[in-house]
């Protein structure tokens, strides 16, 4: 079931915490919460539309895409409005890595720095029962360095 952040009747039990964790990668990359989605089917997963496009695809709009199995991807749209087309996944040991570190992801994308990311989906992570992933995305805590407001992406 897709829901938008703000209302849904039964809300997975990690919703929130990856609302608050989709809000601060949101916030590292210039983005607001009005850009994401979330979809509490399983796997639960996310869309945050990004503003920028990609210099070897200036027609496409882009998205991070996240989910519990896989993490980060980029993804461009397509024109006939079918699945989007993933182009690297971020991998790594956590599938919430900092917002920072999901932000170098995207700009070393957007320089076409095509040695970062994976080009196929990372081994199945998945946190386990909703209650594990509430209280994985929970886990994910900012230190001191990305607190300050000094943004990495800069497209």
């Not at 409005?81 to 570190?101: M, N, Q």
């Not at 932000?103 to 970062?116: K, Q």
């Amino acid at each position: 079931m897709t829901a938008s952040l703000d209302i849904s009747l039964h809300q997975h039990i990690a919703i929130p915490a990856l609302r608050g964790y989709l809000r601060a990668v949101g916030d590292e990359l210039g983005v607001g919460l009005e850009s994401a989605t979330i979809d509490q089917d399983t796997p639960v997963s996310a869309y945050l539309a990004l503003d920028a496009r990609l210099p070897h695809f200036p027609d496409r709009d882009v998205a991070l895409l996240w989910n519990e199995e896989h993490g980060w991807a980029i993804a461009k749209e397509t024109h006939s409005g079918e699945d989007l087309l993933v182009l690297a996944y971020l991998g790594g040991p956590t599938i919430t890595p900092s917002p920072k570190r999901v932000a170098r992801f995207v700009n070393a994308l957007y320089c076409d720095d095509r040695t970062v990311g994976l080009p196929n989906p990372p081994a199945i992570r998945s946190a386990g029962s909703p209650e594990e992933l509430a209280a994985h995305l929970l886990g994910y805590r900012p230190s001191p360095a990305e607190s300050n407001n000094e943004r990495v992406f800069q497209p």
